[in-house]
């Protein structure tokens, strides 16, 4: 069974530390790209943090880099999205999500086979 689990939501105060983990299963990470996306109600869903595992390259959103940072332990079929410095416009769902690699793109594309979990909450109060 193809699935996505994420964890590690949850209310800190700015500039805390969270870790969010997705366990994946059903598929090899070598072979897919991996990426944490984040919805705020009334806006789209965008990209935070992504992995091409097939080749390695790994991105950030401007508004993250130098302060999150993303990872995979594949003995364990997980994605780690380590933030530091959190800032109250980090407050969102975050979701994980996984798509076989498309040329030229790290993340994974948002189209209708897109694999996608449940979502965590992080909340970043002042």
């Known amino acids: 069974q193809v699935q996505l689990v994420e964890s590690g939501g949850g209310s800190v105060q700015q500039g805390d530390s969270l870790r969010l983990s997705c366990v994946v299963s059903?598929?090899?990470?070598?072979?897919?790209?991996i990426g944490w996306f984040r919805q705020v109600p009334g806006k789209e869903r965008e990209e935070v943090s992504c992995?091409?595992?097939?080749?390695?390259?790994?991105n950030y959103v401007d508004s993250v880099k130098d302060r999150f940072t993303i990872s995979t332990d594949k003995a364990e079929n997980t994605i780690y999205l380590k933030m530091s410095s959190l800032k109250t416009e980090d407050t969102a769902v975050y979701y994980c999500?996984?798509?076989?690699?498309?040329?030229?793109?790290?993340?994974?594309?948002?189209?209708?086979?897109?694999?996608w979990g449940r979502g965590t909450q992080v909340t970043v109060s002042s």
């Open positions: 992995i091409n595992g097939r080749d390695g390259r790994i």
């Open positions: 059903g598929f090899n990470l070598d072979e897919w790209a």
């Open positions: 999500a996984a798509h076989p690699p498309l040329r030229g793109r790290v993340c994974p594309p948002v189209l209708s086979r897109t694999l």
